[in-house]
């Protein structure tokens, strides 16, 4: 079992940074595949960026290559999402996700999620 609690969210500028934690209790998140979400107000949630147990697999949406990272501490229990030049159509609920096995972007293929932490990006 493990639980998660997004932190970090709020208001900023477009062209603005943020960065988003996910800190995660249970025994084996260092065995998990963590990955972030977001749903914006009227859309479906979507994937945003995944990375494996070990860091050396991850994974992007089109929309945000280049622009953000995620991380992860595995002693911390912590993983991370580092969003450079936000625009406004970042803005949306992240939550973050855990799973067993490989990075992938499926939301139905995640086993716990948090509450999410609401990002807004104004122009």
């Known amino acids: 079992q493990v639980q998660l609690v997004e932190s970090g969210g709020g208001l900023v500028q477009a062209g603005g940074s943020l960065r988003l934690s996910c800190a995660a209790s249970?025994?084996?998140?260092?065995?998990?595949?963590m990955g972030w979400f977001r749903q914006a107000p009227g859309k479906e949630r979507e994937f945003v960026a995944a990375?494996?147990?070990?860091?050396?697999?991850?994974g992007y949406a089109d929309s945000v290559k280049g622009r953000f990272t995620i991380s992860r501490d595995n002693v911390k229990n912590t993983v991370y999402l580092q969003m450079n030049s936000l625009k406004p159509e970042d803005t949306a609920v992240y939550y973050c996700?855990?799973?067993?096995?490989?990075?992938?972007?499926?939301?139905?293929?995640?086993?716990?999620w948090g509450q999410g932490t609401q990002v807004t990006v104004s122009s």
């Open positions: 249970g025994r084996t998140f260092s065995r998990h595949t």
């Open positions: 996700a855990a799973r067993f096995g490989a990075v992938v972007g499926g939301t139905t293929e995640y086993d716990y």
């Open positions: 990375m494996s147990w070990s860091g050396g697999s991850t």
